[in-house]
């Protein structure tokens, strides 16, 4: 595709507010898992705001490159390094690697909610940063919904492990396959309505206190 300076623009900053909220979500499982007790994260230095840390070089920079500036951003996903817990750490398991697991969305909500207060208020001096605030709230609405797709390993899964008691063995079993039942799951028109559907319902929230913000 022709790269002309708008594009190369807008492409560099979805990048970048991509590579920041995939970042501050691992981040927030490494910082939830310290502060529960299992400082396995804190040994390999995951608890910090050092993007590097949390990078990882093919899912978080190579692949979202070529989605953005390739294959025009008409398909997009990205990953960050994950990050390592021992839950036998934990005082109640169950309970504690769940909201271990819930931090991650939970981040990319919370920045989602963040850019419509700053995003809003802001927009009555500066209408031009409306790019950016809209942007960071419909990355991070996407980020947390589709992370809470109940398939492992994603964050979905690993709750629907603990809810429903699903085996060690099983849950590594499903994971092996997970990428490609996902990439073939989500071409599929149901599949593909329904996970849009969702994140139309989380956004719509958002975006309102966004628009009343910003008057």
Request: net charge neutral; proline share 5%.
């Given at each position: 595709?022709?790269?002309?300076?708008?594009?190369?623009?807008?492409?560099?900053?979805?990048?970048?507010?991509?590579?920041?909220?995939?970042?501050?979500?691992?981040?927030a499982?490494?910082?939830?898992?310290?502060?529960?007790?299992?400082?396995?994260p804190?040994?390999?230095?995951?608890?910090?705001?050092?993007?590097?840390?949390?990078?990882?070089?093919?899912?978080?920079?190579?692949?979202?490159?070529?989605?953005?500036?390739?294959?025009?951003?008409?398909?997009?996903?990205?990953?960050?390094?994950?990050?390592?817990?021992?839950?036998?750490?934990?005082?109640?398991?169950?309970?504690?690697?769940?909201?271990?697991?819930?931090?991650?969305?939970?981040?990319?909500?919370?920045?989602?909610?963040?850019?419509?207060?700053a995003?809003?208020?802001?927009?009555?001096?500066?209408?031009?940063?409306?790019?950016?605030?809209?942007?960071?709230?419909?990355?991070?609405?996407?980020?947390?919904?589709?992370?809470?797709?109940?398939?492992?390993?994603?964050?979905?899964?690993?709750?629907?492990?603990?809810?429903?008691?699903?085996?060690?063995?099983?849950?590594?079993?499903?994971?092996?396959?997970?990428?490609f039942?996902?990439?073939i799951?989500?071409?599929?028109?149901?599949?593909?309505?329904?996970?849009?559907?969702?994140?139309?319902?989380?956004?719509a929230?958002?975006?309102?206190?966004?628009?009343?913000?910003?008057?």
């Open positions: 595709m022709d790269l002309d300076l708008a594009t190369l623009r807008s492409g560099l900053l979805y990048f970048i507010v991509l590579v920041c909220s995939l970042c501050l979500h691992e981040w499982h490494a910082f939830a898992a310290d502060k529960l007790g299992d400082d396995t804190r040994l390999q230095g995951r608890v910090t705001l050092n993007p590097l840390a949390h990078m990882d070089l093919f899912g978080t920079v190579i692949f979202p490159l070529v989605c953005i500036f390739l294959l025009g951003g008409g398909f997009l996903f990205g990953w960050g390094k994950p990050v390592l817990v021992n839950s036998a750490n934990f005082k109640n398991r169950r309970r504690d690697d769940t909201l271990v697991t819930l931090a991650g969305p939970g981040m990319n909500l919370l920045l989602a909610v963040l850019a419509a207060v995003g809003g208020l802001l927009y009555r001096h500066e209408p031009r940063s409306a790019e950016l605030f809209v942007l960071v709230i419909g990355l991070n609405v996407t980020l947390c919904v589709f992370n809470m797709i109940p398939l492992p390993p994603l964050d979905g899964g690993q709750v629907l492990r603990h809810a429903i008691r699903m085996s060690d063995e099983t849950y590594l079993r499903i994971s092996q396959w997970s990428f039942i996902l990439l799951a989500i071409w599929l028109p149901p599949v593909r309505w329904l996970i849009i559907t969702v994140m139309g319902l989380v956004a929230p958002i975006l309102a206190l966004y628009q009343l913000l910003a008057g």
